[in-house]
């Protein structure tokens, strides 16, 4: 299915469309929508739509400008244009920046319906192209392709030639003509060592210069390939950088293969652009992801208690409490207690399996803070506190919160990379959760870090987008709202963030199962 983005100023055109039509049973689902291109950018880069529906007229940033924009971060994204003005300028603007379809208002569910049927075959023929297996290889071992291929090889790992190197690159269309430059490396991975799959994805990396005009690709290996990123400034070069690794990871997921990209430090010049190579080629060689698709950077290494690096998926509780705060502790319990399920009789028994669960997780985070549990935390490795804690469910309950609480206050005082950026973010969203204006782009600026970089942290560390993130921690205090005051539905909205109390109405619904209205009834 194709997910779909809505942006109108017009709150009756965007509940139309949310909820009229019947996006399931066309091959679509609903995405998110935003009432002006400003919030739209944020949500759409972190949400990243398949297809984006905009009005052009709308305040601060209109359908066009929106259009240009997310096509840069998203080159992937296909967009259909609303417009009540029935002008030619627009039509012409509109194409000229790639722009799928175009269709006047007033508009009929039928027209929209149509509309996303043809991109969807136009996504779907993109598809299908790519899976042409000999067309695919006629097109890597062609003799200009390889020897591009070389020519930028030999820059990353500086044993270009400097008597013939600019003939050849003039020759390959190779330009370096940027003030920065950044490499990144990444490694395919298919079930199986599918070859077919690989051979599809090596394809599809190389069309990935037609979306990034920035950006040139050569394959390192049958499994690998590199690009050199370049920006106007040290921080446009990062941004690009992590943008087109979102895009490798969008185009080459779907087809069959899982991608880990590595990016390199930021250089001033092609000179250094070995330097750069070099740190993504380190940072690969300690990953052990190979099943996952993953963003990797050097600011997001996480170092053991040795100095060692520590890179590599851990348990889903590991991953949980290195970004946990003390208010997400009771839900972690919560969880741990359904885990017993009906086995209430057995309790002891199956309370010593989680409990011995929750002490490795605990000690794993600890060293991975640089920490060792039998000097953090000695008591919980002895039988006597595993004794005492599955006495009954309440005493359980209560050790884990202490032994809980009292980790994410050592974890807090010596986190390290991305961890710092995440429970820095959460405090920010925690803070200004209530606001309509927060977005991605603002708690970015937060934590210091581009948007792309950010939004592919925290999604990767946390398991949700930001959107995700701070949709829940809206819904939790209005179910709090709702089941403590009388305050009315659409009240509760606008004093948890949402500007828009229907679209409050219908996310509620979409992650609760039941209405305000039913929430409220059933407390």
Known sequence: MYSVFIVDDEIIVREGLRNKLDWESNGFTFAGEAEDGEIALSMIQDIKPDILITDIRMPFMDGLELSKCAKK??????????????????????????????????????????????????????RSNLLDLPRAKEKLESVASLARASLLADVVYGTEKAETFNTL??????LFDSAFYACTISELHSEGENKDALLTAQTAALTLETHEANCMVFMLSPASFAAIIKGSKHESAEERSFAFANMVQHELSANGVTVVTAIGTVVPNKEELPESFSAARGILKESRFTGTNRILSQGDLKHGSDGSIVLQENDPLVDRLQYADESEI????????????????????????????????????????????????????????????????????????????????????????????????????????ASPDICLKSVAEAVALSPNHFSTVFRQDCGVTFIEYLTHVRIDRAK???????????????????????????????????????????R
């Open 73 to 126: 971060i998203q080159p992937w994204l296909r967009i259909i244009i609303l417009s009540g003005h029935d002008e030619f300028d627009y039509a012409k603007r509109a194409i000229s920046i790639g722009v799928e379809d175009y269709i006047l208002k007033p508009f009929t569910l039928e027209e929209v319906t149509a509309s996303l049927e043809k991109v969807a075959r136009s996504l779907d023929m993109a």
């Open 330 to 433: 009771d839900q972690i319990v919560c969880e741990y207690i359904n885990l017993l399920g009906e086995n209430r009789a057995h309790f002891s028994v199956i309370a010593s399996y989680l409990l011995v669960d929750v002490i490795m997780a605990v000690s794993k985070v600890i060293e991975c803070a640089g920490g060792d549990v039998k000097e953090v935390m000695p008591e919980i490795l002895s039988h006597s506190f595993v004794d005492r804690a599955v006495e009954s469910e309440d005493v359980f309950i209560r050790e884990v919160r202490v032994v809980l609480k009292k980790l994410i206050a050592y974890r807090n005082e010596h986190m390290q990379g991305s961890a710092d950026v995440i429970l820095c973010a959460k405090r920010y969203i925690e803070q200004n959760a």
């Open 480 to 522: 709090k709202l709702l089941a403590t005051t009388d305050k009315k539905s659409a009240d509760i909205a606008y004093e948890v963030g949402f500007n828009d109390p229907h679209y409050f109405s219908f996310i509620f619904k979409k992650t609760e199962g039941v209405s305000p209205r039913e929430y409220r009834a059933a």
């Open 169 to 174: 690159a003039l020759e390959h269309g190779v």
